[in-house]
């Protein structure tokens, strides 16, 4: 007599384990980041001045770049899957290489951004940003900040898919790419969020 637990008669979602997976990933990294915001907001209305002011010390030109970067990241992704199904691998590579080339754009435009805040820093600029003196910055910083690492995090599988897809044996498991898609489309979503929540929703001065 078998001893194993007969689970035959449970019914089954027809949804892969790494999508499900992913999916239970993005509610919780969700409310993660809906504490940010939640926060955010709270402290604007008490700190309405200098939420205010430091805004308009942030480049929105360089913000909306990226918003540019991420939202076009997101379509060459659905691209790539679609052609990775379609086992056309020269167009995989495309957009896939394509998507990384975002990625890496936004983190250079990131940089400079970073940059040019540090440098106020260094040549005593007569608003202070630093995190520890100005609460906005405080937030900018972390929120940004975190953002971005999940940029890099994508940028990782990413990567290796692309790279992989040209030796001898390939990359064909386009469900672990699609899986990958819903985590990028998940850090587009939040850019999205954060452009306007960080540098247009400040009444100009």
Not at 72 to 100: C, H, P, R, V, W
């Amino acid at each position: 007599m078998s001893l194993a637990l007969d689970l035959s008669h449970e019914p089954r979602t027809g949804i892969p384990h790494g999508k499900l997976v992913m999916w239970a990933f993005l509610a919780s990294e969700i409310m993660f980041f809906s504490g940010f915001f939640g926060a955010f907001i709270v402290l604007r209305q008490s700190n309405i001045d200098i939420f205010t002011h430091s805004s308009h010390e942030l480049n929105w030109k360089l913000a909306m770049l990226n918003t540019f970067f991420l939202i076009g990241s997101s379509f060459t992704m659905a691209l790539s899957i679609m052609n990775l199904e379609k086992k056309d691998k020269g167009k995989f590579q495309l957009f896939m290489g394509l998507t990384i080339l975002c990625a890496c754009g936004f983190l250079v435009v990131k940089y400079f951004e970073y940059s040019a805040k540090f440098g106020h820093m260094e040549n005593g600029h007569p608003h202070p940003i630093l995190p520890s003196t100005n609460i906005f910055f405080a937030f900018y910083f972390l929120m940004t900040g975190f953002h971005a690492m999940h940029v890099i995090g994508g940028m990782i599988p990413m990567g290796w898919m692309f790279f992989r897809s040209f030796t001898k044996k390939g990359y064909h498991n386009a469900t672990r790419v699609e899986v990958l898609g819903l985590y990028w489309h998940f850090v587009d979503l939040v850019w999205i969020f954060l452009f306007p929540a960080l540098y247009l929703l400040f009444p100009t001065m």
